[in-house]
């Protein structure tokens, strides 16, 4: 990597940027892949900007417009993408069901990051017994699904206070399902880096210097943890965005009322071979895409920030 | 009183197999700007002596019996979180490779900074103010750019200017240096080594140097001590214990330097080598390796004396002192 003067007079955190930001740029896919997801990340933003109707409105659903098919077939300018069989703007519901199926993902694996992060870093410092109790804990949740945890204990939920209650609070719900089950994968991921960690000499150095074992995990051991984290973490959100559609689908999530992406594609489901195929393939589309790039961009991560596999 | 008074210390590692012991009996005493240092060959207990002064010994090991005070405070008592106040703000360490003391991903200054507020509740502009300080003293140049750099990207001689820095900064009465010039090329340890023995001297402070560099040795410490297997066999001021080593030990290792040696003719050296913790030998831990081992030493430890010109472990040394008395007597 050449620098030009004007690069290198500039401030050293903006040196080190620059270089990461030049690996970046030079593959394509990696660039492309983080366009995509930018562009996901704006639209699901400014969903009620940008979106003709709102779908949450039932003055919108007029039955009169169920099932139009795309604007390029119908060729009614009304309905880009169409409608759904309740004569839902299907552009409009897409767009806000991204924005349900991307704030989940992201809200559930704050969850599950933090609780891994804070387990993980308290097992693999503390060691001994404590190490002991927690990756057993660790196991034996890992020995259940993810889904089976959830459709258990949505299906509890549901039958316990009623679908009505359920449909209020369906959100909250589904991210701390999907939060609270994945959470051994970053305590292991970090306890196995904070194993690496604890033996190099820059701990000793802090514990000799009188610093905290609190301040030793949080402030020294887990910035070199970060890398390893920060791929777990784009590709959890991408594996939380499919559990959520998956639950939806299964008709746990997120109600019709407010869709997201999986329970649109649940109700399409039924349209598919009615003719209406439109409703059921344009969100899986935008489902795949989004689960595509985000995994893309996880993969560059994994293999630019782990000097193990670099690849030149 | 003495700055530092260790006495009787006993190190031991609980293995499965057993205990296995690395100190043996260690006692000396160090006083308030002092610098003393601690030779031997590789696992002689140097550097297990240096950490269990700060009871930092790693896992299996502990401190089985003795005791070390710090201007006439007990330290082996104290919890782990008395202990804290102790490290760092009295007794701080240098090690040996400067790379693997800094941490990689925080830059310099926020380690700086990090350590002086764990101890100080102070903002973070004044310990700033300090840190850019003791850049400036331990003769960086341009702080504030290094203030703001990581580890990787300042050379070998410069990372362990900061690391003398870190350790200075909370003026601590004591600073072990656990071979500290070791990854450094030769140019740069005699630097590191003139700046480590300024500092001590500007702040008064007092300085414990593990090395196994004799050359080190006579550079910087006042007083010497040797070790061999988990213990003292002899101490006495530098100077002395360089040109009239008493221990076979100690002329062993003298005279193994190479500048000690003619050209053409091989290197000298101590036949055999250190015995493992395992295998203790009985008596005087050096009588297998050494050229005027009797059966006594074989049999019982030799008690300390004091020849004259440093205080030593050896039965050879106490039959010439005795000759020596008699001769006079007569």
Not at chain 1, 46 to 66: K, R, T, V
Not at chain 2, 114 to 141: N, Y
Not at chain 2, 282 to 299: D, I
Request: hydrophobic fraction near 45%; proline fraction near 5%.
């Amino acid at each position: 990597m050449k620098y030009s003067v004007k690069e290198m007079s500039l401030p050293i955190s903006k040196q080190r940027f620059k270089h990461i930001w030049n690996g970046f740029l030079s593959d394509k896919l990696a660039v492309l892949s983080l366009v995509i997801f930018i562009f996901y990340c704006v639209v699901a933003l400014a969903a009620p900007l940008i979106a003709p109707f709102d779908p949450y409105d039932p003055q919108f659903m007029d039955l009169e417009n169920s099932e139009i098919p795309p604007y390029w077939i119908s060729g009614d300018d009304r309905f880009l993408l169409g409608t759904d069989a309740q004569g839902r703007d299907l552009l409009s519901t897409i767009l806000y069901g991204t924005r349900l199926s991307l704030s989940i993902g992201l809200l559930a694996v704050i969850i599950q990051a933090g609780l891994g992060i804070f387990i993980g870093l308290t097992a693999g410092y503390a060691g001994g017994k404590l190490d002991n109790f927690f990756m057993r804990c660790a196991d034996i949740q890992l020995s259940f699904s993810t889904m089976m945890i959830a459709i258990v204990f949505l299906a509890i939920f549901q039958t316990l206070f009623g679908s009505d209650y359920y449909q209020q609070l369906a959100m909250l719900m589904l991210i701390l399902v999907i939060g609270l089950a994945e959470w051994p994968l970053f305590a292991r991921t970090i306890r196995a880096s904070v194993l690496a960690e604890k033996q190099k000499e820059y701990v000793d150095a802090a514990r000799i210097m009188g610093i905290g074992p609190m301040r030793i995990m949080f402030k020294h051991i887990l910035p070199n943890t970060m890398s390893p984290l920060l791929v777990i973490f784009t590709i959890q959100i991408a594996n939380a965005i499919v559990a959520e559609a998956a639950l939806s689908f299964l008709g746990l999530g997120m109600p019709v009322s407010e869709p997201s992406l999986g329970s649109l594609i649940s109700i399409g489901f039924s349209y598919v071979f009615s003719g209406a195929w439109w409703i059921c393939i344009i969100p899986s589309a935008t489902l795949i895409l989004l689960i595509l790039v985000m995994n893309l961009l996880g993969d560059w991560l994994r293999d630019h920030l782990n000097p193990k596999i670099y690849k030149d | 009183m003495a700055l530092l008074d260790v006495s009787n210390l006993n190190v031991c590692f609980g293995l499965k197999s057993g205990l296995v012991k690395a100190l043996y009996d260690v006692s000396f005493r160090l006083e308030r700007g002092e610098r003393i240092a601690l030779v031997g060959e590789s696992g002689a207990g140097k550097s297990i002596l240096g950490f269990s002064i700060v009871n930092l010994i790693s896992k299996p090991g502990f401190i089985e019996s003795g005791s070390i005070k710090l201007d006439g405070k007990e330290l082996t008592s104290l919890s782990n979180r008395q202990l804290r106040h102790v490290r760092g703000k009295r007794i701080a360490m240098i090690f040996q490779d400067p790379m693997m003391t800094l941490n990689p991903v925080i830059s310099v200054g926020i380690q700086m900074v990090e350590a002086i507020r764990s101890h100080t509740p102070m903002s973070k502009k004044d310990a700033k103010k300090i840190a850019l300080d003791r850049l400036a003293q331990v003769q960086i140049p341009s702080p504030e750019l290094r203030f703001e750099q990581y580890p990787h990207e300042l050379s070998g001689g410069m990372r362990q200017r900061v690391i003398i820095a870190v350790a200075m900064i909370l003026n601590p009465d004591i600073i072990i240096a656990d071979e500290p010039t070791t990854a450094l090329d030769v140019t740069i340890q005699a630097e590191i080594l003139e700046l480590l023995k300024h500092m001590c001297e500007v702040c008064n402070v007092a300085l414990i140097l593990i090395t196994h560099d004799l050359g080190v040795v006579s550079r910087i410490a006042e007083r010497t001590m040797v070790m061999y297997a988990g213990r003292i066999v002899e101490e006495g001021p530098t100077l002395e214990i360089i040109n009239d080593p008493q221990h076979p030990y100690t002329q062993g290792l003298l005279s193994a330097l190479p500048q000690m040696a003619l050209p053409g003719q091989r290197l000298n050296q101590i036949e055999g080598s250190m015995p493992s913790l395992m295998n203790h030998p009985k008596g005087c831990a050096f009588h297998p390796r050494c050229k005027y081992a009797t059966e006594k030493c074989s049999n019982a430890q030799p008690n300390y004396i004091y020849s004259g010109i440093s205080t030593v472990a050896c039965y050879m040394v106490e039959d010439m002192l005795e000759e020596f008395s008699e001769y006079r007597d007569l």
